[in-house]
């Protein structure tokens, strides 16, 4: 199998934003990483360049949504909350991926696992219960859609 | 009857933060502008107070996720400096080098996503790589290179964690440094065509008569040490700040604005460390900027992007510097101990000067704290550059005169949530 890397976006102190990294967390303790590159990045600015890159991505992110905790594949547009996309401190994933797509010559190879959250309204450490039992869920459709190839025009 | 028209933005798109401005133009004459600031305060000068003092450097750090070294390293310097303390040698070349990587991350943001699509007439950077890709590509490249500086010195690439009182918790290896080297040096290369490419673009022409103020180095090109001097003639210890620069609250703005004292607003930022430091380039700096028309004085708010070029690449020429010429410290830090002091500290962060003050007792904990950032200081320019450009925006049409406010506002990169940081709080009690 050629590499996959799944990429988790968010903050681990900003509560159930940080779920991309505790999925990615959750496959590092199944010993998931053979073929698979976890990558945890703290700047969506970053994912530019990895969408930019041969290989295929798994964006593994949260998206607000309800109810809390639900495992879905949203679309790029579906990431693209915001009015304003690219500010200083709101380069986005879905700003991200549409930038990466813009630059691009050929499809994406992108495949996006979204947990839903409450909207973020204050710094905190840790997940809500609902987001939380929701990992182990996303983590393996984190690998059930390592299985099926799909391109982003 | 004269002509008159309102322009209004309710939300200005590619800045940091949450502001809005509205110009009233009649004739050619702006009778009311108004950078409106509507971000919530965030009482940080107040929550310091109680705090320890070893604490405030990643406090502060949380006021801006794109300069969080900047408010490091004057709450560092500041606190440092009522202890009598200064850093020398492989420690001081390392705090340098985490602000060079700052100074990256930040201008090659500004330059690639949030301000050449204004020169190249799209609305955002999405738009503007269908057409202009390899510069987005290569902008988006000198950016990880300066992300990566700041991760492996400050512990990650946002809000790093490796800084405190006296040094670092951890300094790296000469190895772990030098891996970085042939990605700077691609960089550098870099940085210097994107200015050339840069001065290119079609620049307005405006000339304002600003009051620039900047750090001054006998040396160096500032970055966390200097006097605080002004093209009218400031020379000023940064313990004298403020005695010579005031601040104050308007109605419609959740920021504070400064003003020098008795004369009035002023510029800090690139334009001004620029026009006041030019000799402290680098010489293939300099002859770089001359090569794209740079020349001081250049008073033209516009061509800030093209000063944001030439300073990324005189912060890669620093930071490969102090890489080649690395010598790791004896120990990560020198020791901070604690007693009853004031102390003042002033660095430059990517939009300009950013002062701290504070007080703290014998054991340490903060009684008093100033910070006053850079886009605070801004305001008032800001402002009358869009008076300055009311004879061009009643002249054009109503969107392209929107664009061109927008652009103007732009041109100082303005972080309004370091703007909103502090908000004087009275409380009137019966």
Not at chain 1, 57 to 68: E, F, I, Q, R
Not at chain 2, 225 to 240: C, K, N, P, W, Y
Request: with cysteine; hydrophobic share 45%; charged share 20%.
């Amino acid at each position: 199998m050629s590499r996959v890397r799944v990429v988790a976006l968010g903050r681990l102190a900003a509560g159930d934003d940080g779920v991309g990294t505790a999925v990615l967390a959750d496959l590092r303790r199944r010993g998931a990483s053979g073929d698979l590159e976890l990558l945890d990045l703290a700047d969506a600015a970053h994912l530019v360049t990895i969408l930019l890159e041969s290989g295929r991505v798994v964006l593994v992110d949260a998206v607000v949504g309800t109810p809390p905790g639900r495992v879905i594949e949203p679309t790029p547009e579906e990431l693209a909350v915001t009015p304003h996309p690219v500010a200083l401190h709101g380069f986005g994933a879905g700003a991200a991926i549409a930038l990466a797509c813009a630059l691009s010559s050929s499809a994406l190879e992108l495949q996006i696992v979204g947990v839903t959250i409450a909207p973020p309204v204050r710094p905190a450490i840790g997940l809500s219960p609902e987001v939380a039992a929701s990992v182990p869920i996303a983590a393996d459709r984190v690998l059930a859609v390592i299985g099926a190839r799909r391109t982003l025009a | 009857m004269s002509e008159t028209r309102t322009i209004r933005v309710d939300y200005l798109p590619r800045v940091e933060g949450e502001g809005s401005v509205t110009i009233r133009l009649e004739g050619d004459r702006a009778t009311e502008v108004r950078l409106e600031i509507f971000e919530p305060p965030r009482f940080f000068e107040a929550f310091l107070r109680g705090r320890a003092a070893r604490e405030v450097p990643d406090i502060t750090s949380r006021i801006c996720g794109i300069c969080p070294v900047a408010y490091m390293m004057s709450a560092c310097h500041a606190i440092e400096d009522g202890l009598g303390i200064r850093l020398t040698g492989a420690l001081r070349e390392l705090r340098r080098l985490l602000y060079a990587g700052e100074w990256i991350e930040s201008h090659g943001l500004h330059v690639f996503m949030l301000h050449a699509p204004d020169f190249l007439g799209y609305p955002d950077a999405m738009a503007m790589a269908k057409d202009h890709g390899p510069w987005i590509r290569k902008g988006l490249r000198i950016k990880q290179a300066g992300n990566a500086i700041v991760a492996l010195l400050g512990g990650r690439e946002i809000h790093p964690i490796n800084v405190r009182l006296g040094g670092f918790y951890r300094t790296p290896s000469r190895g772990e440094l030098a891996v970085l080297l042939p990605e700077l040096r691609w960089a550098r290369d870099a940085s210097a065509e994107c200015a050339s490419w840069a001065s290119s673009f079609t620049f307005p022409a405006v000339a304002r008569d600003y009051e620039l103020v900047a750090l001054r180095h006998p040396h160096e090109y500032p970055f966390c040490e200097g006097r605080v001097v002004s093209s009218r003639g400031l020379d000023l210890a940064v313990a004298e700040y403020d005695a010579h620069f005031v601040e104050e609250q308007v109605a419609y703005s959740n920021a504070l604005r400064s003003r020098i004292v008795g004369r009035g607003a002023y510029l800090c930022g690139p334009l001004a460390r620029f026009n006041l430091n030019f000799d402290r380039l680098s010489p293939a700096v300099q002859q770089l900027a001359e090569s794209v028309g740079l020349t001081p004085p250049c008073t033209n708010p516009f061509k800030a992007i093209l000063v944001r070029l030439v300073e990324i690449t005189h912060a890669f020429e620093e930071a490969i510097r102090v890489i080649e010429a690395y010598e790791p410290p004896p120990a990560p830090y020198v020791d901070v101990p604690l007693r009853a002091a004031t102390g003042f500290g002033a660095t430059e962060a990517p939009r300009g000067l950013l002062y701290h003050r504070y007080s703290f007792d014998d054991g340490g904990t903060i009684t008093d704290a100033k910070i006053v950032p850079p886009t605070s200081q801004n305001q008032l320019s800001i402002e009358d550059d869009l008076r300055a450009l009311a004879p061009e925006l009643i002249r054009i049409p109503h969107a392209a005169a929107t664009r061109l406010a927008e652009q103007a506002i732009r041109n100082h990169d303005p972080c309004i949530s370091c703007a909103t940081h502090a908000l004087r709080l009275r409380v009137e009690r019966a």
